[in-house]
C-alpha cells in the first residue's frame, strides 16, 4: 500500500532561513517552513476520513488504543504493537473500525499540533516584546546623563532583559521542534493503521 510522504512543517531537509519564514509571517521564528494546517490525504493511503467524528466517537472500543497511541511520550514500538493487538480483534468490518482509529488519531494529534504552534508564535511575540522594551530603555539611557543614578540603574535592567533574551533564544529549537515531533508521530501512526487495512 503506498503512502504519500507527509509535507512535515519542520525541515528533515527543507530548512529556510527564519527571515524568509518571518516574510510570510511574523510570529513564525522558526527556520522549518510552517504549514499550518494538515489534510488526512497527505498522510493517510486509506479510505477518506470526512463524517467519520461520530463513528468514531462511538465506538468506545477505540478509546484504550486511541489514548494509548497518542499520550505524548509514548513508545513507538509499543505503539504499533497496540495498534497490532487492536487490528487483530477485528472482523469484517476491520477497514472502517481502523480508518475511525486513524480519524480520531488525526483529529487529536492534529489539534495539539495547532496548539503547538500558536505556542511557538506566543513565544515569538514575548521575544518582540522583550527586545521593543530593550529597545526602549536604550532610548531612554540616551537622553539620560551618563553617570546618573538612573542611567546605572536601567542599564542593569536592560542587561537582565538581555540575559533573558539569550535564554530564551536558546530554547527556541525545543520550541520549534514541538509541531514537527507531533507531525512525525502521526506520519508513525498512520502508516502502522494502514498496514493493517485489507
Known sequence: MFVR??????GLALAVPAAAAADQDPDWPCVQILVPTLSPGQIW?????????PVWRDLPVLQPVLQRVTERFSDPEKDEEAIERFAGTLGADRNTVLTALFAAVFDRLNRERGEAIEAVRRYARGQRAMLDRIAEGLGRVDRLAPDSPEAAALREEIAWQRRIL??????????????????????????AIAAHLD
Open 5 to 10: 510522504p507527509i509535507i512535515i512543517i519542520a
Open 45 to 53: 493511503a486509506g479510505d477518506p476520513i470526512e463524517g467519520m467524528e
Open 166 to 191: 539569550d535564554e530564551r533564544r536558546r530554547y527556541l529549537g525545543a520550541v520549534c521542534d514541538q509541531p514537527v515531533r507531533l507531525e512525525q508521530k502521526l506520519g508513525r501512526l498512520a502508516r
